[in-house]
C-alpha cells in the first residue's frame, strides 16, 4: 500500500500525515509541489494541512494550479482515495474535487482546540472503522474553516451521504455543522480537523489512528 | 496596459470582515452605516491587445473563486 504526501511551500502538516500513513502500514513517498507526476502505484495521496503558498489570493487557490495538482486530479478522477485535511480540505475544494468552499471563520480568530464532532457516515474507507454515529474529537487549528455550499449541493450532499463529520459545537459558522465531506465516489475525504495529530497516545488522544487504519483495511480488502 | 478586477463575495455569503468594519464604524460613531462588503482589488500590468475573455478566463480559473465569489473587470477604453 502505497501513500504520497504532496508538500506545498508553507505545508507544515506533511511530516505528521507521513507518520499516520506510516502507522496504518502505508510506504509514504513525499511529493513537492513542482514534480509532475506521482509515484507509480500511489493508493492514497495526502494533501496535508498549513499554509501553502502562504494562503496568497485565497487559501489552497496557488496550490490548487500548482503542477502537482494535475497529477492529482488523475489520480483522482481513475478513482484513487484523496485523504485532505484542513489546508488540503481547501486545495481540493479549489480544484473541484469536491463541492462548496472554505471562508473565514464566521468569529474571524484563528481557532486551534479540540473539538467534538459526530461521524455521519460508516460508508467510506474513512469512517468505516469509526462507525456512524460515533462521537470522537479531533484538532482543529484554521483561520477558514467557515465551509459554505448552496442550497442545491448542501440537499444533494445530504441526500448522497456525503456529509462525513459534523461539528457537535459549530466552532466557525460552517454551513450545516459539516466539518468533513466525501466525494461522490467516496474515496476524497475533505476534512477540518487534523485526524494525524490525534495518532498516538503522546498527541493526548488517538481518535484520529482508526481514520487510517481503516483506510489500510478498505484498501486490503479491495486488493 | 493597466486592468482592474474587482473580486466580492457574491451576495448572499456572508462576509464576516465586512461586518466587523460595519460595527467598529458604527462604534466610531459613524451613524447609517448599513452594511459593508469587503472585497480586493487586483491590478494587471497586460500586453496591449490582451482580450477582455483572455481577463475572463484568468479571473474563473484563478483569480476569483466562483462558488463564492463574483468578479468585475475593468479595461483601458480604446
Known amino acids: ?223 | 496596459m493597466r486592468v482592474r478586477v474587482t473580486v466580492m463575495l457574491k451576495d448572499g455569503v456572508l462576509d464576516p470582515q465586512g461586518e466587523a468594519v460595519r460595527r467598529a464604524l458604527g462604534t466610531m460613531g459613524f451613524d447609517g452605516v448599513q452594511g459593508v462588503r469587503q472585497g480586493k482589488l487586483l491590478e494587471l500590468d497586460l500586453a496591449d491587445g490582451t482580450s477582455r475573455d483572455e481577463v475572463r478566463a484568468m479571473c474563473d480559473r484563478l483569480l476569483a473563486n466562483t462558488v463564492i465569489e463574483s468578479y468585475a473587470i475593468e479595461m483601458p477604453a480604446g
Open chain 1, 1 to 223: 500500500m502505497k501513500a504520497a504526501v504532496l508538500v506545498f511551500p508553507g505545508s507544515n502538516c506533511d511530516r505528521d500525515l507521513a507518520v499516520a500513513f506510516r502507522q496504518a502500514g502505508f510506504d509514504v513517498d513525499m511529493v513537492w509541489h513542482r514534480d509532475a507526476a506521482l509515484p507509480i502505484g500511489t493508493d492514497v495521496v495526502g494533501v496535508p494541512g498549513g499554509f501553502s503558498y502562504g494562503d496568497y489570493l485565497r487559501c489552497g487557490a496557488i496550490a490548487a494550479r500548482s503542477p502537482i495538482a494535475a497529477a492529482l486530479r488523475s489520480h483522482a478522477d481513475r478513482g484513487g482515495y484523496v485523504l485532505a485535511p484542513c489546508n488540503g480540505f481547501q486545495i481540493v475544494t479549489e480544484m473541484g474535487l469536491l463541492p462548496g468552499a472554505l471562508l473565514r471563520n464566521a468569529g474571524l480568530k484563528y481557532i486551534c482546540d479540540t473539538v467534538p464532532l459526530r461521524v455521519e457516515t460508516a460508508s467510506s474507507a474513512f469512517t468505516a472503522r469509526w462507525g456512524v454515529g460515533a462521537e470522537i474529537a479531533l484538532p482543529i487549528a484554521h483561520h477558514e474553516g467557515n465551509y459554505a455550499v448552496d442550497a442545491d449541493t448542501l440537499r444533494m450532499l445530504e441526500a448522497e451521504d456525503r456529509i462525513a463529520l459534523r461539528y457537535l459545537a459549530n466552532p466557525n459558522g460552517a454551513a450545516d455543522d459539516i466539518a468533513g465531506v466525501l466525494s461522490a465516489n467516496r474515496r476524497v475525504l475533505g476534512l477540518m480537523p487534523h485526524p494525524e495529530r490525534a495518532c498516538e497516545t503522546a498527541h493526548g488522544r488517538i481518535d484520529g489512528a482508526a481514520l487510517f487504519r481503516g483506510l489500510a483495511e478498505g484498501m486490503l480488502a479491495r486488493a
